[in-house]
């Protein structure tokens, strides 16, 4: 198994573009995650999936979006980057709720907006 | 929110020695308390959990503690290696159906020197 994979691994926008992380596991399990990681702070959740075609917004949700087609991949949508979303990105997968705690984390995607 | 915290940012241990990373927490309802362990430019890895009926649960080298009087957790690394040095997060999943992720504090970077 691969685990959970995170495509790319750096990324510098402009402000105003917007940009897809893409995150796929290969686990089959039905939580999915999203987190940002800001220098020096523990991990924000922006969104989760509890299955295909569910989705829910986490602490940190504004300016993001998310989708859920398939069990394997999690994509997490930025739509105009603001300087704000400079951070390192963390998908993180379950394999249900009664062992949610331990959650799996791809590398991370590090994001630049300038 | 940031109820979960940790007493020490930095901490500097010998190889060889044992290691006490502490965290407090601030909600009585959190229901598992997990460790994570993140090295340089890697996502974060599950080391052990507890539950809030348990005072304490150990694994290889590293025992958690978990004080609900004072809302204390800590964990303990025995023997502590190079291998350990990383950024160490406590996290509490809170019992509620509100959401289904991790609230993590901000992070104890140990430092093994040899």
């Known amino acids: 198994n691969a685990g959970v994979t995170q495509t790319p691994k750096f990324r510098i926008l402009k402000i105003g573009q917007s940009m897809t992380l893409q995150c796929t596991q290969d686990?089959?399990?039905?939580?999915m995650y999203w987190y940002r990681q800001d220098p020096g702070m523990g991990l924000k959740l922006i969104y989760y999936?509890?299955?295909?075609?569910?989705?829910d917004k986490g602490e940190v949700p504004n300016g993001y979006n998310v989708s859920r087609s398939t069990t394997e991949d999690f994509p997490l949508r930025l739509e105009l980057a603001a300087p704000s979303q400079t951070s390192v990105y963390f998908c993180?997968?379950?394999?249900?709720?009664?062992?949610?705690?331990?959650?799996?984390f791809g590398p991370g995607t590090r994001l630049t907006v300038t | 929110g940031e109820s979960v915290g940790l007493h020490l940012p930095t901490l500097s241990v010998q190889e060889g020695d044992n290691s006490i990373i502490n965290c407090a927490y601030s909600?009585?309802?959190?229901?598992?308390f997990i460790w994570y362990k993140q090295e340089s430019g890697k996502g974060p890895q599950f080391i052990i959990d507890?539950?809030?009926?348990?005072d304490k649960r150990q694994g290889q080298r590293v025992t958690v503690l978990l004080n609900k009087t004072v809302k204390h957790l800590s964990l303990q690394i025995a023997a502590t290696q190079p291998g350990d040095s990383a950024v160490y997060f406590c996290?509490?999943?809170?019992?509620?159906?509100?959401?289904?992720?991790?609230?993590f504090g901000k992070g104890t970077s140990l430092l093994v020197t040899p």
């Open positions: 507890i539950r809030s009926n348990m």
């Open positions: 999936s509890v299955g295909a075609g569910i989705t």
């Open positions: 993180a997968s379950s394999y249900s709720k009664q062992y949610l705690y331990e959650q799996y």
């Open positions: 686990m089959n399990h039905n939580y």
């Open positions: 909600n009585s309802a959190s229901d598992y």
């Open positions: 996290a509490e999943n809170l019992n509620s159906n509100s959401g289904y992720a991790l609230n």
